[in-house]
């Protein structure tokens, strides 16, 4: 039997760009896909409700997708073909870096950073990839384009219920860290003792 694959779709406004529409036409579906979409809610809420929809659902696969990213047509093949528990692809963030004046990279690496007697993980976006080649191991990736297995989502529910995605805020010692949803949804994957992978070739408009 042929797995199945959930294309989930954001859209804060409810009106998605004819670009972004284009390219989900256009993409290539190795695979069975249906596609779900839901507007005008909050985001955590609307990426939990995918993770659920798919495992309810029985889809192998959830590919979300976000409605400013228009997408190559091979991104799924590619997805894919590197079959790791999550992939996702390069995307720069929203607004420019305050002290560089760059766009960052939606990737990071985790380090653990002493604060008094306790210790706190933070992130920094990548600047140089560890690895060698077009897949590279991340701690925390972006969900503008990114690829899931059941399993994974099976594990984060069965631990967080059915909000496996939500805004993190950690307070240590006065030292304060807060992460957004899809970052908050990394590290718990990451706990849970799955890799997320970022795949080069893969380069949303």
Known sequence: MSKTILIGLPSGSGQVPLPMVESLLKLHKPLPCAFTSMERQRID?????FAV???????????????DNPIPEDTLEKFLEDDKDVVVAPILSRNPNMKTGKYDLCAMYGEEVSIGDKTLRMYKPIEKFKEEGYLHKVDIGGTGAMLIKRHVLEKMIEKYGEYVFEFGDITINGQR??????????????DLGF??????RVRPI
């Open 45 to 49: 809420k609307v990426r939990s409700y």
């Open 53 to 67: 929809q798919t495992v309810k659902s029985n889809f192998d696969y959830l590919f979300m997708v976000d409605d």
């Open 177 to 190: 860290r807060t992460m957004s949803e899809d970052a908050e949804f990394c590290e718990r994957v990451v």
């Open 195 to 200: 890799e997320i992978w970022l795949d080069d």
